[in-house]
T-cell receptor, first 113, second 114 residues
Framework: GENVEQHPSTLSVQEGDSAVIKCTYSDSASNYFPWYKQELGKGPQLIIDIRSNVGEKKDQRIAVTLNKTAKHFSLHITETQPEDSAVYFCAALYGGSQGNLIFGKGTKLSVKP | DTGVSQDPRHKITKRGQNVTFRCDPISEHNRLYWYRQTLGQGPEFLTYFQNEAQLEKSRLLSDRFSAERPKGSFSTLEIQRTEQGDSAMYLC????????????FGDGTRLSIL
C-alpha cells in the first residue's frame, strides 16, 4: 500500500540550533505534502505545506524542500526555540484520492534551553 | 474562524457499547474528514465528505463504523459494538473545496474501551 516513512523518530537539539526532519513517499502520483505539529492532548496543526510544482517553500523560521524525482521531502526549522518542542508529522496526499492524507509516524522534537 | 470543534473530548465506555462522536467544521468549509490516531502513530484516514456526500471510505472503516453528514454541516461518527481495538483518538478535519486545500484538524475525541 501507499506509505510515508519519516526519520528520525526522536530529535533533540539545543535552543538556537537547526532541526531537520526527512520523509520519503511511495506514491509517485502524490502532489501535495503538508507538515503538521502536534502538542500533547491537541490535534495536528498545519505549519507549512508544499505542492509538487514547487521545490522549496519558506515561512519565517520554517522551510520545506521537495525532490519529486527521489520522492522525498524535508522540514527545516532554524533558530529553534523551546516552544518548537512537539511531535511533527509529514504527510502526502494519496494520488488516487482527493482527501486521503498518508501520514508518517512522527518525529518527537525536543529543544533544550 | 472558530476552528474545528469535536465533542466529546473524552469518551470511556464498556466493550460492546455503541458510541457517537460529533464534529463541527470551520463554517465555510464544505469538505469534512475523519481520521483515527493510535498512540505513537500518525493519523490514519477513515472517510471524507463533500457537503452531504460521502465520497471515499478507507478499508479501516469496518461495517461497525458509520459516518454521516446529513445537512452538509456537522458530521457524526458512530461505532457500534465497540471492541478493545477501537481505543484511539478520533480526529476530524475540514477544508475548502478542491483544487487541493489544506486540512485543518480539531483536537479530537479520545475513546477508551474498558
Amino acid at each position: 500500500g501507499e506509505n510515508v516513512e519519516q526519520h528520525p523518530s526522536t530529535l533533540s537539539v539545543q535552543e538556537g540550533d537547526s532541526a531537520v526532519i526527512k520523509c520519503t513517499y511511495s506514491d509517485s502520483a502524490s502532489n501535495y505534502f503538508p507538515w503538521y505539529k502536534q502538542e500533547l492532548g491537541k490535534g495536528p496543526q498545519l505549519i507549512i505545506d508544499i505542492r509538487s510544482n514547487v521545490g522549496e517553500k519558506k515561512d519565517q523560521r520554517i522551510a520545506v524542500t521537495l525532490n519529486k524525482t527521489a520522492k522525498h521531502f524535508s522540514l527545516h526549522i532554524t533558530e529553534t526555540q523551546p516552544e518548537d518542542s512537539a511531535v511533527y508529522f509529514c504527510a502526502a496526499l494519496y494520488g488516487g484520492s482527493q482527501g486521503n492524507l498518508i501520514f508518517g509516524k512522527g518525529t518527537k522534537l525536543s529543544v533544550k534551553p | 474562524d472558530t476552528g474545528v470543534s469535536q465533542d466529546p473530548r473524552h469518551k470511556i465506555t464498556k466493550r460492546g457499547q455503541n458510541v457517537t462522536f460529533r464534529c463541527d467544521p470551520i463554517s465555510e468549509h464544505n469538505r469534512l474528514y475523519w481520521y483515527r490516531q493510535t498512540l505513537g502513530q500518525g493519523p490514519e484516514f477513515l472517510t471524507y465528505f463533500q457537503n452531504e456526500a460521502q465520497l471515499e471510505k478507507s478499508r479501516l472503516l469496518s461495517d461497525r463504523f458509520s459516518a454521516e453528514r446529513p445537512k452538509g454541516s456537522f458530521s457524526t461518527l458512530e461505532i457500534q459494538r465497540t471492541e478493545q481495538g477501537d481505543s484511539a483518538m478520533y480526529l476530524c478535519a475540514s477544508s475548502l473545496e478542491p483544487p487541493i486545500q489544506p486540512q485543518h484538524f480539531g483536537d479530537g475525541t479520545r475513546l477508551s474501551i474498558l
